[in-house]
């Protein structure tokens, strides 16, 4: 499952040490770097043991990424993340396992959402989350609710 991750970048990278730093600090994760590359992949634990690894491709921004977040926004009702989406250049695309556990999920986008100062795009394109979105999410998956990733 792909989410989209809107990064406010001119070029497509990713700063790995800044995510790992992130996702410690506010995320009570593990984050590292198992292949550094172009498309890394990461590692991430959560303090509740909870993993996933995902493989983040960071590329330019399409007019239809920045179709697809205006159609989450009003979807989802989220409202001003649309108008977010459009200032970053450059997305990454986090690439995670079909049955990668919900809180891992949320926790990893919660951390590349931190750095890449953008909203996040999950697969079902049903709505636009930040940050707090994100922390909610993984809140609800670790209190045990059924949340798809």
């Known amino acids: 499952m792909i989410y989209l991750v809107f990064a406010q970048t001119h070029e497509p990278r990713v700063d790995v040490p800044a995510i790992a730093d992130h996702g410690r600090k506010f995320f009570r994760c593990d984050i590292e770097c ?6 890394p992949v990461l590692s991430v634990v959560l303090d509740t043991g909870a993993s996933t690894e995902l ?4 590329r330019k921004a399409s007019r239809d990424d920045h179709y697809a977040a205006r ?16 200032k970053c250049e450059c997305v990454w695309q986090a690439e ?6 919900p809180a891992a999920v949320f926790a990893a986008c919660g951390a590349l959402a931190s750095v890449a100062l953008g909203p996040v795009l999950p697969p079902d394109r049903s709505t636009l989350f930040g940050v707090r979105g994100a922390l909610e999410r993984l809140t609800l998956a670790q209190a045990g609710e059924t949340l798809q990733p």
């Open 34 to 39: 198992k292949r550094p590359a172009e498309a």
């Open 96 to 101: 995670f396992d079909d049955d990668a556990p």
């Open 71 to 86: 159609e989450a926004e009003t979807r989802g009702q989220a409202a001003g993340m649309g108008a977010l989406a459009e």
């Open 55 to 58: 493989k983040v491709r960071p």
